[in-house]
């Protein structure tokens, strides 16, 4: 029943920004991480950073701290990532998933979500 949708996926210049949305329905329970991970051609799906409800705990892969960063609107039930500094290498299909009851030691771990977007792409070159 639950069902994610991303957009905000496009063309932009290395160095520029990017923000993505998640937004979710058919939720039922508030116990719940909210994840982005990405996939480039010929490459495995890689996790980006998540977001733990109802608590709002974030969580991100070592190589996107500090660029990529989380937020969320509960009015909306929507989670956003913001995506800085750009570049060639971040380009990827980025899909939104959901894990139900997440622990820190599942949080990253790509078979525990079981609710999946069909993804935005995001490419970056000039």
């Known amino acids: 029943q639950v069902q994610l949708a991303e957009s905000g996926g496009g063309l932009v210049q290395p160095g520029g920004s990017l923000k993505l949305s998640c937004a979710a329905s058919?939720?039922?329970?508030?116990?719940?991480?909210m994840g982005w991970f990405r996939q480039a051609p010929g490459q495995e799906r890689e996790f980006v950073a998540a977001m733990r409800r109802p608590n709002g705990a974030t969580y991100y892969a070592d190589s996107f701290k500090g660029r990529f960063t989380l937020s969320r609107d509960s009015a909306k039930n929507t989670v956003y990532l913001q995506m800085n500094n750009l570049k060639p290498e971040d380009t990827a299909v980025y899909y939104c998933a959901r894990q139900p009851n997440p622990i820190s030691s599942t949080i990253s771990n790509r078979d525990r979500y079981t609710n999946w977007g069909r993804g935005t792409q995001v490419t970056v070159s000039s």
């Open positions: 058919g939720l039922t329970s508030n116990s719940y991480a």
